[in-house]
């Protein structure tokens, strides 16, 4: 009996190891080049450039190797004004077309620029002849999609197998056993199981006491966790990424959340915020024309907002921003490398109360403090302290943040 | 040995009533289930299956409301304002004008909207001190009972099509030249009266009309007489060493009560060695009376008789005609004493009287002549704007309508059908008015007999411009986008007279060509007006008073007066008031200022019949007992009964402004209409009939008092001294304080306040019970409005009540103390002891104390035991027995337990709900909450000062309460600053904490009452 259980474990274990390994095995080599240049694309090209979009800031790139030849491409993407000095006649009167706008340098390597070079080319061949806006990103998702459902349906087959096997085990017992002369073994699969169950009853105590323990733990954690949002990231009507605005362009979080270091919220950006830019740059992405339509509509944009406190919370972003200094990744994490905001951290009360526990105030640079707290004066100049925390000026009482 | 003072707070206290008895050491005086008695009535019963049925599903719906997070979400502005940062409040000089009431203020919005008022202190009429009427008018502009549309016989329509008609027809009625009349209550705009003229220019027929219906035109009609002005002069309260009053709430409700206030008080300040002495003969008792140094109650039928009697005396010493009329002196010569006193303070005197009767004007008029007061105490060359209406006028244009001689009426801020003397005459005379258009934002009672209403802006969505005194100009700006299809009155009367101008550019056009001119400081118009918005006021310097010659004749105005008072009148008196909060009724259907309680009565949300003590043992009425009143030529009504101890003898009260029927679910059927109870002499309405009776009807109607709500029991809690006393030991009054410091001993560790120790002093002198900072403190802080019916239960929510104690010296036995008590108003809230009681019995420590000396209170901590309120010795907090302000989905939380009972007030819905403070959190049900000391304040000011890394100002965080309060009572700041106005009111010798004995170390302080009284005061009356 014992063995028969160890067997079917086996069988099962071997399964699931291979259920593992499947994913990672489906994927193909060619495929990975295409990712690769696709990302190198949108990471050095795609803020100018679009294919078969339209002019951003430089040429739509739609067929581009038919206008020029990758030994061309090369020189000039590492360094367009090079090639323009040099009095190339394309360079020059390409420079002139677009207003004088120097294309940056571009740190790649002759592999890189040849794979992005033929990435337009496919991409080029992707695009209709007459270009209307379509989706970017979508084919990327149903990939990805595609990956979820083969789990899925493996799973299901593994199942099903699981299920046979132990069937032909059961059947090949009962085989044996008319075979020796025993008498049929009556009980059903159920009744075993209680035989089982019984036969076995300190395990199963302990089973079941660790079963509850971890039962209760779990549901103590899932209890505290409602309403939490942790890692919280919805969809957004306009597809922002943070990573590009924050990250590759280094645009200071305070420039569009200008509320920050002077009010309370820290407020998402009006549409004119977005306009300083956009009125300029890849004003035909489609992301952006949802900008434009909401303007020329006039219907604001309603955001999902990912960062919810309670209402019996007052949080006062000037107060952290501006007095105590606080970098905004503190609380909202990584924002310059989310391409979809995300709730970063879980934002409880315990979150606070921690920071608050460990953070300094600038106890000695702030003219405020300088006729209170005589005793924490005291004893920062005798250094039997090294810091003054939040905690320590009554930063961890009720009415701090509830009132 | 004088035996000590006794202090009650209501005749219940007084006479051991037995169910005050019952109730009167319990902080909840009904038990759970509290819902029991109240169920049953309407076929409802719960038991102990329910409760598990109802445990289960609290459970379950608990859970399930968790697990939903709902998505939220964020909209940012399209196109931001520059000036606006969401989460940073912008604030925006404007002024309140109602019907002459006036009041320059600071307007808070958020995001847009208007979410608070406070006082305007550039201001040098009204300084920075409101109202709880201007406090709550914010609660108007939310009002949902406002017109929406303009409307065209009743239906809602557009403004093309009702200018359209109305021109036509306006042009009609000028063709054949017939009579336009314009009836508006007082105007204080000087704009507004030259769009009216403008208006007339183009109409020539039109007359312009002005109706006020509590009206001074007895003032003004006295002032023409005795110095050819038509006016109501300006008085100066603070330059008077004596202040006389016949009947005149000045402190309350006559005509400038927060300019005189503020004036009054600045010259009741015992530590300037001096204070004003001030002798009141009323009738029923009002907060001015309250306030005196000595109170005559007094028959209406006998104010004309004293008056007289007093000019006498006045004119024997000054050798002025005396009059011939009958001798009427009180119990110690209290006339002649007055007149003694007046005449010792000759020129430093002031005698004004709130009679509508010109004659008694008259008579007063030459006695303040006579005491050489003009010039000082008053002042006729920068007269007062804010009462104009001509009562006579009225009489006639009602008179004209009813023979069919008006052909069109157009009517701006009035309502006679709901407050004329004869309102049946009115309405009857309005049907025959061809054209009759109203401007009234609201379909009130006489808005619906309208053609066409033509519903104006909202004060706080509007342009506008005031003038309530003389050279004294403010501004009036918008703070939020109108919310909905309304337009300024003047806008539409400068339509209709062919000037398609917005009421702004007009304005600015009226500022330029007549105020700009008159100043030489700007040279632009654009910074003269900048300025002039910033500020809100613009003030040309002071006219010189000069003094007039007094053409009065006091013999003839004895003749009418000897005609129309006596002194011994049999019958039954009524006098009519207005109450503090309500006013004349123009703002009642606001829930804000129904529920706060009448500053004498402790009523709310109910008009009464206020008869003394002695009356209604004599007709054997009881509280609360309904009678009919009635009156000559009068319909009868019936309303409950409240003994007013201090109401003078064979006389009852009523208030005025309640029983609208058309004002909005708030105010509609709330009391009962007095207006008609109003008599006519010489042609002016006068808020008194001579003659009414009284009906005992069968049944009780109950009252909401609030009065024996939260009392103390005989604990020593007043503290009050004579300035002689005062005079002689700065502590008098105050000397057991020393006794009681030496023996307090405590167990616990001292407190050591770090970084501030906010902390409060309240002059109990100052303090004129007005109800501003209980209005302002809701407002503030999201305090809910409970309703009548949860006020009688005593669970009214109001963080800072003002406890009303009545008090009569024990040793004089002569005088049935209930007739005319003394009063004394204490502003009670949460004492933030730092050795609070209530903290120690939290059994979740929901409550507690910061580093900063506040008693702080986490509401999402509460779990609702009460434990704290059982054991605060000040009763001050407050319990959600209900989900009032409707924070959470569950509509049995809210209040719909009565059904068929008045309980709508409009507050759940979501445009009340606008007012809310969003800094302030909305607390539900099953919490307890407490005043905070405005802790959002306290935080703002801390974090400004640290973003400019400076130390916090003293009086840069202001309490709301302190903020609003006209008579400066209130002071709040930080003791550990040495040199804050709070920590050297805590060296004052009158400063003591209530209930010191305690030990339980409170952070509000109390400075000792100080009455200017002589010695034989008290026999007097």
Not at chain 1, 118 to 126: G, L, T
Not at chain 2, 9 to 37: A, I, Q, Y
Not at chain 2, 591 to 603: G, Y
Request: one cysteine or more; charged letters at 25%.
């Amino acid at each position: 009996m014992g063995k028969m259980i160890t067997c079917f474990f086996k069988t099962f274990l071997i399964f699931f190891i291979l259920t593992l390994l499947f994913p990672f095995s489906s994927f193909s080599e060619d495929k990975a080049l295409v990712i690769d240049a696709n990302a190198l694309f949108k990471a050095n090209c795609k803020t100018c450039h679009t294919i078969g979009k339209g002019v951003v800031v430089g040429p739509d790139l739609k067929d581009f190797h038919t206008r020029q030849t990758l030994e061309w491409a090369l020189p000039w993407i590492r360094s367009s004004q090079t090639v323009i000095r040099s009095g190339d006649d394309y360079a020059v009167s390409l420079y002139k077309e677009y207003n004088d706008v120097e294309m940056p340098d571009q740190t790649l390597n002759d592999d890189e620029i040849t794979a992005i070079y033929n990435y337009i080319k496919e991409e080029s061949a992707k695009v209709p002849a007459t270009a209307g806006v379509g989706l970017e990103g979508e084919g990327l998702t149903k990939a990805d999609d595609s990956g979820d459902m083969y789990l899925i349906i493996l799973i299901v087959i593994l199942l099903i197998l699981s299920v046979v096997l132990n069937k032909v085990v059961s059947t090949l017992n009962a085989l044996v056993r008319e075979k020796q002369g025993l008498s049929q073994d009556t009980r059903t699969d159920v009744g075993k199981f209680q035989d089982l169950l019984i036969q076995n009853k300190p395990i199963v105590t302990i089973a079941v006491i660790i079963g509850l323990i971890f039962g209760m733990r779990e549901g103590i954690q899932a209890l505290s966790n409602l309403g939490i949002q942790h890692k919280y990231a919805p969809e957004q009507p306009i597809n922002f990424p943070h990573d590009k605005h924050a990250g590759e362009m280094k645009i200071d979080c305070k420039y569009c959340h200008s509320g920050a270091d002077k009010s309370k919220n820290a407020g998402i950006p009006s549409a004119n915020v977005c306009m300083n830019c956009h009125s300029v740059i890849k004003k035909d992405a489609p992301e952006i024309q949802k900008l434009y339509s909401a303007i020329k509509n006039n219907q604001p944009i309603q955001w999902i907002k990912v960062h919810n406190l309670p209402d019996h919370v007052y949080f006062n972003h000037s107060q952290h921003v501006k007095v105590g200094g606080i970098e905004c990744q503190k609380c909202h994490g990584p924002v310059e490398e989310m391409k979809v905001i995300e709730k970063h951290e879980a934002i409880t009360m315990g979150f606070c109360i921690n920071c608050h526990r460990e953070t300094a105030v600038k106890f000695t640079e702030n003219a405020y403090y300088d006729d209170k707290f005589e005793e924490l004066h005291e004893d920062l100049k005798n250094k039997k302290i090294d810091m003054v925390t939040v905690k320590d000026i009554g930063g961890t009482e009720c009415q701090k943040c509830h009132y | 040995m004088k035996k000590p003072k006794k202090y009650w707070k209501g005749l219940e206290e007084l006479n051991k009533d037995s169910d005050f008895e019952k109730d009167k050491h319990k902080e909840f005086p009904n038990f759970l289930p509290f819902e029991k008695g109240i169920l049953e009535e309407n076929g409802v019963s719960r038991d102990r299956r329910d409760f598990l049925k109802m445990f289960g599903f609290g459970v379950a719906a608990v859970s399930l409301a968790s697990c939903e997070m709902p998505v939220q979400k964020a909209i940012p502005y399209l196109n931001k304002p520059e000036e606006i940062t969401p989460g940073v409040a912008n604030w925006y000089a404007s002024s309140y004008s109602e019907g002459g009431d006036y009041c320059s203020i600071l307007v808070k919005t958020r995001e847009g909207r208007p979410i608070k008022i406070e006082g305007n202190e550039l201001s040098n009429i009204t300084r920075g001190g409101v109202s709880s009427r201007v406090h709550a008018s914010i609660l108007g502009l939310y009002d949902i009972d406002r017109l929406k549309n303009p409307l065209k016989a009743g239906a809602e329509s557009s403004w093309e099509e009702v200018d359209e008609e109305i021109i036509a027809k306006l042009s009609a009625i000028k063709e054949k030249e017939g009579n336009i009349i314009i009836l508006t209550s007082t105007i204080i705009s000087p704009s507004t009266k030259r769009v009216i003229s403008d208006f007339i220019e183009n109409y020539p027929t039109a007359k312009h009309i002005t109706y006020d219906p509590v009206s001074y035109s007895g003032i003004i009609n006295a002032n023409e007489k005795c110095f050819e002005k038509p006016i109501v002069p300006s008085y100066n309260f603070d330059k008077a060493n004596v202040i006389l009053s016949f009947g005149a709430d000045f402190l309350g409700t006559w005509l400038s009560p927060i300019e005189f206030t503020k004036q009054y008080v600045k010259n009741r300040r015992p530590e300037n060695g001096s204070m004003s002495r001030h002798i009141q003969f009323e009738t029923n008792l009002t907060i001015t009376g309250a306030k005196a140094d000595v109170r005559v109650p007094i028959k209406p039928s006998q104010i004309g008789i004293a008056v007289l009697n007093l000019y006498n005396h006045i004119a024997k010493s000054t050798g002025a005609a005396a009059v011939s009329v009958d001798k009427f002196e009180l119990a110690g010569n209290l006339i002649e004493n007055t007149a003694k006193e007046l005449l010792k303070n000759k020129g430093k005197s002031l005698v004004i009287s709130g009679s509508n009767d010109a004659a008694i004007q008259e008579v007063i008029n030459s006695i303040n002549e006579l005491l050489g007061n003009y010039t000082s105490t008053i002042d006729l060359n920068n007269p007062s704007n804010q009462k104009q209406g001509n009562d006579g006028v009225v009489a006639t244009l009602v008179k004209s309508m009813n023979n069919g001689d008006v052909d069109g009426l157009l009517m701006y801020n009035v309502n006679p059908v709901y407050n004329y003397t004869r309102p049946d005459e009115f309405k009857e005379g309005l049907k025959k008015v061809g054209l009759k258009i109203s401007f009234c934002g609201k379909n009130d009672e006489t808005a619906s007999f309208a053609d066409y209403n033509c519903p104006e802006d909202h004060y706080l969505e509007s342009w506008n411009d005031a003038e309530p005194k003389k050279g004294y100009f403010s501004i009036c700006q918008p703070t939020i986008r109108t919310l909905f299809n309304t337009r300024p009155a003047q806008e539409s009367l400068l339509k209709w007279s062919g000037n398609n101008q917005k009421y702004y550019d007009y304005i600015r056009k009226y500022w330029r060509e007549n105020l700009f001119t008159q100043q030489n400081k700007y040279l632009s118009f654009k910074t003269f007006w900048n300025k002039c918005i910033h500020d809100g006021v613009f003030e040309l310097n002071h006219e010189p008073s000069q003094s007039n010659e007094f053409k009065g004749d006091v013999e003839s105005a004895s003749n009418s007066i000897k005609g129309n008072y006596s002194i011994s009148n049999s019958t039954l008196e009524l006098v009519l008031y207005e109450k503090v909060a309500i006013g004349n009724g123009n703002e009642a259907n606001n829930p804000w200022l129904q529920e706060v309680p009448d500053p004498i009565s402790k009523a709310t949300w109910d008009n009464y019949v206020g008869i003394s003590p002695r009356l209604a043992k004599e007709l054997d009425l009881k509280q609360e007992d309904v009678v009919s009143v009635s009156a000559e030529g009068v319909s009868s009504i019936e309303l409950p009964i409240l003994v007013q101890p201090g109401q003078a003898y064979k006389t009852v009260a009523i208030a005025l402004g309640y029983g609208r029927t058309k004002a909005g679910r708030t105010a509609d059927g709330v009391g009962k209409n007095a207006y008609p109870f109003a008599t006519v002499i010489d042609g002016n309405v006068q808020c008194f009939n001579k003659n009414v009776q009284l009906s005992k009807l069968d049944g009780t109607y109950p009252l909401a008092q609030t009065q024996t709500h939260h009392t103390y029991l005989g604990r020593p809690i007043i503290k009050e001294t004579t300035l002689e006393e005062y005079k002689n030991d700065s502590k008098a009054g105050n000397l057991d304080r020393e006794v009681v410091k030496k023996n307090l001993v405590t167990l616990y560790d001292k407190f050591e306040p770090k970084g501030h120790h906010w902390a409060m002093v309240i002059d109990l002198n100052a303090c004129t019970g007005c109800n501003a900072c209980v209005v302002s403190c809701g407002a503030e802080n999201n305090v809910p409005v409970v309703g009548k019916n949860e006020v009688k239960l005593r669970r009214e929510m109001h963080w800072l009540r003002i406890d009303r104690y009545y008090s009569s010296s024990a040793d004089d036995d002569h005088v049935p103390e209930e007739d005319n008590p003394e009063v004394t108003f204490q502003p009670m809230l949460c004492q933030h002891c730092d050795n609070a009681p209530c903290e120690n019995v939290c059994p979740v420590a929901a409550t507690n104390h910061s580093s900063e000396g506040i008693n702080q209170m986490a509401y999402n901590r509460c779990i609702g035991t009460r434990y704290c309120a059982n054991n605060c010795p000040y009763k001050v907090r407050r319990f959600n027995w209900f989900d009032y302000a409707a924070t959470d989905g569950f509509p049995y939380n809210e209040k719909d337990l009565w059904p068929g009972e008045k309980d709508d007030w409009g507050m759940l819905e979501d445009l009340p709900r606008m007012a809310l403070n969003p800094d302030v959190i909305v607390r539900g049900r099953g919490v307890m909450e407490k005043c905070s000391f405005c802790i959002q304040r306290i935080q703002a000011g801390k974090l400004d000062a640290k973003k400019e890394q400076r130390n916090i100002k003293d009086g840069e965080v202001k309490s709301a309460c302190q903020q609003s309060c006209p008579a400066n009572a209130i002071v709040f700041g930080d003791l550990l600053d040495p040199e804050s106005e709070v920590s050297k009111l805590y060296k004052n010798d009158r400063m003591y904490h209530v209930l010191e004995e305690l030990h339980v170390l409170p952070s509000v302080g109390y400075l000792t009452k100080v009455k200017n009284k002589n010695k034989d005061d008290n026999k007097d009356v």
